[in-house]
């Protein structure tokens, strides 16, 4: 276990120092492409899962099996590219949820508490589209719900009795669309400032009607055409620029450069948005010396406790194994971009966490061992890693 000092790198991918994390190789077996955070087994201490193993805090040298094991070759692919932590059953023990594969079904492992028992399988929908489908908050409940599209029809599903073992009925939000299977880009947020959450994709952002008085069923959500991209990552609602309303944040195209974040203006009396590069779109550019390929996956917290949400993101390995997609062989790194504002104008300065793991289909991102920082959880085709973020060494 080594504390890794985020110094600055000559070249392609160079950074300032700002923080410390302690960098933990779950294995360095190919098991998934995700990772989650939660405490397994009640015991006050954060752990992990990847794959088919949780690994219990603070070391994380110890694991605990899920559901039945299988090491995969990282120049193929796993059965596992979503992980979600969430308590399904309400029973106040963190469950496990577990897309196989774009386009199959998700099911969700009940938590049978402590270190021992069966983790019991439920379906959930057999039908899962989306590279990256997520669990987030639709309704505004406080709850999660699956986000998803199915058959081209962007929507979400909950728990269809308070038990969650019953198969889960799919929302449907908009029109039949041309998605398939392998979509990139999707988010949830309050795009327009109304206190309903929407829904976004690559193509736009779906705006959340009013609830319907007596029980009707409420209309198909409207559509706001937009190009965040042609496919990138997980899409962010953050208020970038500070004006008060909500701005979006993702990568440009999974398997190759940028990463932008989408100002929120006023066009026509609607909404518009204007894109500003953090990272080129163009391999041969770069922020401050940085440039990778592949943000696969994108996250946002408070990383250094500002105040302002951060972007957490790296280069994903092997997406299509050794020779597939730009700079397959590259680094496969893993960032923090620190936002800043100052007199208008925003910044982003990026901050090296690992040069060694890079990211997956998802980044976790959550105060694993209760110091309220940020730390990370990411899962690829070169393993399970855990950073645990130290003070800053500004």
């Not at 940085?290 to 500002?306: K, P, R």
């Not at 990211?359 to 940020?374: K, L, M, S």
Request: hydrophobic share 35%; glycine share 16%.
């Amino acid at each position: 276990m080594a504390l890794l000092a985020l110094a600055g790198a000559a070249g392609r991918a160079s950074a300032e120092t700002a923080a410390g994390f302690e960098r933990f190789l779950l294995t360095d077996t190919f098991h998934a492409e995700a990772a989650g955070i939660g405490d397994f087994d009640g015991d006050g201490q954060g752990d992990v899962v990847y794959g088919p193993y949780w690994y219990a805090g603070p070391d994380f040298k110890e694991r605990f099996e899920i559901y039945a094991p299988k090491d995969f070759d990282p120049n193929q692919y796993s059965n596992n590219f979503m992980t979600a932590v969430a308590d399904i059953d309400a029973d106040g023990k963190p469950d496990v949820l577990v897309n196989e594969w774009p386009g199959k079904e998700v099911n969700w492992f009940r938590n049978p508490g402590g270190r021992t028992g069966t983790w019991t399988k439920h379906l959930v929908h057999p039908v899962v589209d989306n590279e990256s489908p997520d669990w987030l908050d639709v309704t505004g409940d406080g709850r999660g719900e699956l986000v998803f599209h199915t058959g081209g029809v962007l929507g979400f599903a909950g728990p269809a009795d308070k038990t969650g073992t019953d198969r889960w009925a799919f929302r449907p939000c908009s029109e039949r669309e041309a998605w398939g299977q392998y979509q990139h880009g999707l988010g949830v947020g309050d795009v327009n400032g109304d206190g309903r959450p929407d829904l976004l994709m690559a193509g736009g952002w779906w705006e959340q009607p009013a609830p319907v008085p007596g029980g009707q069923t409420p209309p198909t959500w409207n559509k706001h055409p937009f190009p965040f991209g042609s496919g990138g990552a997980q899409m962010h609602c953050s208020d970038v620029d500070g004006d008060g309303d909500a701005d979006v944040v993702t990568s440009l195209v999974a398997h190759g450069y940028g990463l932008a974040w989408f100002e929120q203006v006023k066009k026509d009396g609607g909404i518009d948005f204007v894109p500003h590069m953090i990272l080129p779109a163009e391999g041969e550019q770069g922020l401050d010396g940085v440039q990778f390929s592949q943000l696969h996956s994108v996250a946002m917290a408070d990383m250094d406790g500002d105040g302002l949400e951060d972007i957490v993101t790296g280069k994903r390995f092997w997406a299509h194994g050794p020779k597939g997609d730009p700079d397959p062989g590259g680094t496969p790194y893993l960032y923090w971009f620190k936002l800043g504002r100052k007199d208008g104008v925003v910044t982003w300065t990026p901050y090296r966490i690992d040069d060694a793991s890079g990211v997956g289909t998802q980044i976790a991102v959550g105060d694993i061992n209760g110091d309220h920082r940020p730390d990370i959880a990411v899962g690829n085709k070169k393993g399970g890693f855990v950073f645990i973020q130290k003070p800053g060494q500004k």
